[in-house]
């Protein structure tokens, strides 16, 4: 009985950092729309600079609070620096494009932590007063733990005066139901949004400063949080508090149970329980349908054209030059070393990967936030079919994308289901379990050992040849890709997501036609994951993890996801600019600072760029038309 | 509006030129360049050290001369944690920089992608730190070799030093959820069982590499009720568990064992909460006697202003045996340098290590000892240098480990 | 004569709210009938329901004989049923043309091919519909970028587009300048009489109502109260109580 208890008790004090930042998240996004992925370094941050506030403010009992309580305000301000530098200069921006102004600022706050705090591992000071243990029944339970279970349900308590007996609190309220009805109002939405920022960041150092006595800081808790929130916050329903609260309590309970019966689930319990409540309950615990046109109204994407002949000669060009560059590197190997050739080699299968997302996000207007899975999924079916059955890269290859599109059939089955950020969190969700499954199950798939010798056969071992063989699938991958969308096929979807109620009233089966859009891009996905394989050799759930399908969401946005051209303009500088600059020692600075950038300048993704100026000069893209749309589509 | 777009392709052909500027290094002849890799974004706290130490033996290798009257360049890159990231770095560094090899890595897993290239591209890897067994026996190849004292033979030198304590025979385990992990776990107890027959393992906790739920795993290690504990939890996770264990009381009258806890990288950020009394492999800095030692650390200390790190010998061990095989081979083919590998021996502060030519494993040894607290820090007392030729299997059992 | 559409006690009910109960009544085959009545009759949901949006608690919807309660919206177009919407729903991302093609294509179920192009499809047929609908010049023109009143033009050519014995209108004329109010309905008018086409409208413009419905159902609070003739829901005294006068008096002048 008295193991049960303390058990109990523990679970419910691990709810409550997991609670605090998770409430944070879900008011930010409740309100701005913004799928903060920086909250995660917000927390990092509570803590370190809660370590820095208790050495520096010292004295004991009240100097501890002080200093938590220092931790948070700092880290809201932080939170409204990058909402009044950053995010307040992109609210127009397509849905989702913010997703990479904060992903670029996590890499800026990486390196900037690295460099204020050093790379050792900071132990959190003990709360002063809190550092025994109570006994409960012959059962010791830190002090601290007590704390903690206090302290979430008193924010909870302040966060429901604050939003219901406040009248800013009553506005945000009223910006979570509708955005536009409060500007219509006259309500200045932009010091809404900055208090907003700094709440949802201050809640993020709050957990971060009050987790020190049971942890401390280190350099890794930004992604590991992260995952975690976001989880939190889809299964209580975006924008409830509430449902956060009760979300953090559920899952706290689970994993602590449920590492007791199951010591193996650490990894896959909270996905599983996100994929459940999403499958049942597909808007979460305590959360609402989402409001259609709820968020930004967004600049209609102009129609389809095909290529125009500055456009078809460009892209001649460009296959010219990736064909020639072989001949150019057998010539002069000094100006065309083999390294580029690798290069290259990375880069296409990026473009391929990135391409395979945007068929869906783009035209399907389905955000994929887990399409590592099939990446990966696709890697390990060849890899698989080499490590049990010997068979030869002419078979196994081919495994890659039918196992790829395997995968896509059964997850789309659910995922289809729901639209916006509660599809993309399923997606998650899935790509989650199955990098679980395969990170797990070391007998079938060497868990994080992975699997090795996946090398060419003969006659594609040499650079040359499989470099050959990877712009000849990618090349063709992306045409067939480009030939899809502009049949009945790319057609149809795009009417799905123009107007789901239209779509419907014309006899299209949209969920249907999504899944198979979902498949398709699923099996191309795992075609890139198969050159990936072979490329590397070797394959480990890496490629499955989250961060790689970050990567692809990245290149995709980045590019441009109104663009048939973003894809490959998107995976090309990414990959090209994450080589250049990883040989410097604070790359992870300079690229996030340089994703900041191109995302403050050019909105509409780097195909914009492509769109309207280069463009216009080299006379690529059709002139401006009266047709006022912003002329975002250029076809390749 | 027109202003942005110049600016932003001024930018882009800028950084395309200075691109295409960097693709194209001299390679001069009087140098050999070794390439190494390893996970300075991802783990910085055990990599910097690393490199420090490597930077240390190559400056003083080149001050006394270099090898083969040529200098050594010791050229660093990250792996940002990413296999196919690392196989991308050494395809740059043996066709752009012209390595004359590869050496490094951390993390098992990259360092058996690095491996399996090195054997596809006939160009010799030296492991330094990756720990995982297969590297060298399931998935060992010819051209891959590995300095540091693997997950077997750590284990088994902490087995041994447990199996003496009879009065620990309910044992549990807790290791993160992954492969190290699990193989640490797996060696420990066949090496156990094997020495004494009479212990029981009665459960395991496989906390999330450096997520740990400490309270949530110190109430199920503790609803074991086992008498002796096996961790091979390290970094913020360890940190969390000793702090949770102890206030919990988990600890107290059990028999402690921790794989790596006596390293200084993860010892040293527990400051005066460093667990006391527990069995454990590390590196006592402080307290090593031995002339070379002594030597090495005055120099690493006058060279970085800081005290060195298990990375630390580590990095300055690689790189001597990195000049040791040169030196023997006499040349920079991949041939002739795998065959000097092979049975290479070499003096290191640590002591004498030779590369077994059965496996490529060296017999690079541990210290193990006791955890105490001095100086409200934590290290090591009544430890000793554990040969790692002693821990190592059989040549013959080996053969049958190593398939190929 | 058989007729078209035959909806049996139709009934729906949000929480404890019934907003439709028990709404029988039948559409033939060539003939406009208005459903009117006050704001929050029951008139959207009733349309719904039709449409396979919401899915009725109880009663039958037959479609020339055949239940089609329940089904979901794209089987029930399949069907033989077209729809336009209150506000106009299209696909801002095609051409006017397109836009027709796309529901051309739909027809011939030909949505999933993924080789030809779409742009060279249906293309004739496209632009036939368009030229009835008088939209033949804009048809290369971005949906997104159109007048409302062409939009809702353009929505009457898609949901002709798979020959529908019965249309469905959501307030046809809703958002539009009285000139555009009388062309649009006339053009309905028109269509009726050329292809037979059933068509059930609700309409808040009584001189819209009185002009072009060959009958009228009246709905108040989820129930109907009156079905006729104009003038004989003109003269209803139930309806001119509900109406209080203003809107009928006015369709009367």
Not at chain 1, 385 to 403: R, Y
Not at chain 2, 212 to 226: C, N, R, S
Request: proline share 4%.
């Amino acid at each position: 009985m008295g193991e049960f208890i303390v058990t109990l008790l523990t679970g419910l004090s691990s709810a409550a950092a997991l609670f605090l930042v998770a409430s944070g998240l879900s008011i930010i996004f409740g309100v701005t729309r913004i799928v903060n992925f920086a909250h995660g370094s917000f927390y990092m941050l509570g803590a370190y600079i809660g370590v820095t506030a208790v050495t520096a403010v010292g004295g004991g009992a009240v100097g501890f609070w002080v200093a938590i309580l220092l931790a948070a305000v700092a880290v809201g301000l932080i939170g409204v620096a990058m909402e009044i530098l950053l995010l307040r200069r992109i609210y127009r921006a397509p849905e989702l494009f913010q997703l990479i102004a904060t992903f670029g600022v996590i890499l800026v706050i990486q390196d900037v932590t690295l460099w204020i705090w050093g790379s050792e591992d900071l132990v959190g000071p003990r709360a002063p007063g809190f550092t025994g243990a109570v006994t409960i029944l012959g059962q010791r339970l830190p002090e601290y733990d007590l704390v903690l279970i206090a302290v979430s349900p008193l924010v909870l308590a302040g966060l429901w005066l604050l939003f219901n007996r406040t009248r800013w609190g009553t506005l945000v309220r009223a910006a979570t139901l509708d955005r536009q009805m409060v500007s219509a109002l006259g309500v200045n939405q932009r010091w809404l949004f900055t208090g907003v920022l700094f709440l949802g960041s201050a809640l993020a150092g709050l957990g971060g400063a009050i987790q020190l006595p049971k942890g401390g800081a280190d350099l890794l808790m930004d992604f590991n949080i992260i995952a975690a929130a976001f989880v939190v916050v889809v299964v209580g329903g975006m924008g409830s508090i509430g449902g956060a609260f009760l979300a953090a309590i559920l899952i706290g309970l689970l994993q602590t149970f449920g590492i007791q019966i199951f010591p193996n689930s650490t990894l896959i319990l909270m996905f599983l329980v996100m994929a459940v409540v999403l499958i049942f309950r597909p808007w979460g615990l305590l959360g609402k349908p989402e409001i259609p046109g709820h968020g930004v109204v967004e600049a209609p994407e102009a129609p389809l054209r095909p290529a125009g002949r500055g456009l078809r000669l460009a892209g001649a060009l460009v296959l010219a030059v990736l064909l020639l560059l072989p001949v150019a590197h057998l010539a002069v190997p000094a100006a065309v070393d083999d390294f580029l050739l690798v290069l290259v080699i990375d880069i296409m299968i990026f473009v391929l990967f990135a391409a395979a997302l945007h068929f869906i996000m783009g035209p399907g207007g389905m955000v994929s936030f887990g399409h590592a899975a099939f990446f990966g999924g696709g890697a390990y079916a060849a890899a698989l079919l080499v490590k049990f059955a010997e068979a030869p890269m002419e078979i196994a290859f081919w495994a890659a994308p039918a196992g790829a599109a395997l995968l896509a059939i059964l997850f789309g089955w659910f995922c289809v289901r729901l639209t916006g950020v509660y599809f993309a969190m399923l997606t998650l969700a899935f790509a989650q379990i199955a990098w679980s499954i395969v990170f797990q199950w070391g007998e079938v798939t060497g868990g994080d050992d992975g699997i090795l010798g996946t090398w060419p056969s003969d006659w594609a071992s040499s650079r040359i040849a499989y470099y050959y063989m990877t712009v000849g699938f990618v090349v063709a991958g992306l045409l067939a890709l480009r030939r899809m969308l502009f049949a009945p096929f790319g057609y149809t979807l795009r009417a799905g997501r123009d107007s789901p109620l239209r779509a419907a009233a014309i006899g299209i089966d949209i969920k249907r036609h999504q899944w198979i859009a979902f498949t398709i891009s699923g099996a191309f996905a795992g075609l890139a994951g198969a050159l990936f394989v072979y490329s590397k050799g070797s394959v480990f759930p890496t490629e499955m993890e989250i961060a790689r399908s970050f990567d692809a969401l990245l290149m995709v946005l980045l590019g441009g996801v109104h663009s048939l051209t973003g894809p490959i303009v998107g995976a090309t500088a990414l990959t090209w600019l994450n080589d250049l600059f990883s040989e410097l020692s604070y790359w992870r600075f300079l690229l996030g600072a340089t994703i900041i950038a191109l995302v403050l300048l050019l909105p509409d993704g780097l195909a914009g760029l492509g769109d309207t100026w280069l463009a216009r000069r080299l006379g690529l893209a059709a002139p401006a038309s009266g047709s006022g749309a912003n002329g975002q589509e250029t076809p390749a | 509006m027109k202003v942005k777009y110049v600016l932003t392709a001024g930018v882009a052909l800028g950084v395309l030129s200075g691109a295409l500027a960097s693709s194209a290094p001299a390679l001069a002849a009087d140098e050999i360049k070794i390439g190494d890799i390893n996970s300075y974004t991802r783990l910085p706290a055990h990599t910097v050290p690393y490199r420090r130490g490597a930077i240390l033996a190559i400056e003083e290798i080149n001050k006394a001369g270099g090898v083969l009257g040529k200098k050594l360049v010791f050229v660093s890159r990250d792996d940002q944690g990413k296999p196919g990231e690392a196989v991308k770095v050494a395809e740059e560094l043996r066709s752009r920089d012209k390595v004359a090899l590869v050496s490094g890595s951390l993390f098992s897993h990259i360092g058996l992608a690095l491996a399996s290239w090195a054997k596809q591209r006939k160009t010799l890897y030296l492991a330094a730190e990756p720990l995982a067994d297969a590297l060298v026996w399931a998935k060992g190849n010819n051209y891959t070799f590995r300095l540091r004292p693997s997950t077997y033979m750590q284990a088994a030198m902490l087995a041994a030093e447990a199996a003496k304590r009879k009065d620990a025979k309910r044992w549990a385990t807790i290791a993160p959820n992954y492969a190290y992990g699990k193989d640490a776990v797996a060696a420990f107890q066949k090496v156990l069982k094997k020495l004494r027959p009479d212990v029981t393992f009665v459960g395991s906790q496989w906390p999330g590499l450096f997520k740990i739920d400490a309270g949530a795993e110190v109430q199920a290690l503790a609803a074991m009720k086992p008498d002796a504990i096996y961790n091979v939890t390290f970094g913020s996770d360890l940190a969390k568990f000793v702090r949770e264990g102890r206030t919990r009381g988990l600890f107290k009258g059990k028999l402690i064992v921790g794989l790596l806890t006596g390293e200084p990288e993860y010892i040293d950020p527990l400051k005066d909460e460093a667990p006391v009394g527990w069995l454990v492999t590390g590196y006592p800095w402080q307290d090593i006697d031995t002339p070379a030692h002594k030597k090495f650390l005055a120099a690493y200390q006058a060279r970085w202003n800081d005290y060195p790190r298990i990375g630390s010998i580590v990095g300055y061990n690689t790189m001597l045996a990195i000049q040791a095989m040169l030196k023997k081979a006499g040349s920079t083919d991949t041939d002739k340098m795998v065959a000097a590998m092979k049975g290479l021996s070499f003096d290191a502060p640590t002591g004498p290590i030779t590369f077994r030519a059965v496996d490529h494993q060296s017999t690079m040894g541990a210290y193990v000892g006791w955890t105490v607290l001095k100086d409200g820090k934590g290290t090591m007392e009544r430890w000793q240098y554990l040969d790692g030729a002693n821990y190592l299997p059989s040549v013959e059992e080996t053969k049958k480990l190593r398939k190929q | 004569m058989t007729a078209l559409l035959e909806v049996d006690r139709l009934s729906k009910a949000f929480g404890g709210v019934r907003a439709v109960q028990d709404v029988s009544f039948a559409v033939n085959p060539g003939e406009l009938l208005a459903l009117i009545g006050p704001n929050g009759a029951g008139k959207t949901t009733c349309f719904n329901m039709l449409m396979g949006q919401i899915r009725p608690d109880h009663g039958a919807i037959l479609l020339k004989g055949r239940d089609i309660a329940g089904l979901p919206p794209h089987r029930i177009w399949r069907l033989g049923v077209g729809r336009t919407f209150q506000i106009t729903a299209t696909f801002s991302s095609m051409t006017v043309r397109e836009n027709v093609q796309m529901a051309l294509i739909s027809h011939r179920n030909a949505g999933r091919r993924l080789w030809r192009p779409a742009a060279g499809t249906e293309t004739a047929q496209a632009d036939a519909l368009l030229d009835r609908v008088g939209m033949a010049e804009q048809g290369d023109r971005a949906c997104s970028v159109l007048a409302y009143g062409d939009l809702k033009r353009v929505e009457l050519a898609i949901a002709l587009a798979n020959d529908p014995d019965l249309l469905l209108m959501d307030e046809p004329t809703a958002g539009m300048a009285p000139r555009e109010r009388i062309e649009l309905m006339r053009l309905a008018d028109e269509i009726v009489a050329e292809r037979k086409i059933g068509v059930l409208f609700t309409e808040h413009d009584m001189d819209v109502v009185f002009a072009h419905a060959h009958r009228i159902m009246v709905l108040n609070r989820g129930e109907l109260i009156a079905e006729g003739t104009p003038e004989a829901v003109r003269a209803n005294e139930q309806v001119r109580e509900i109406y209080l006068g203003s809107s009928v008096e006015a369709g009367q002048a």
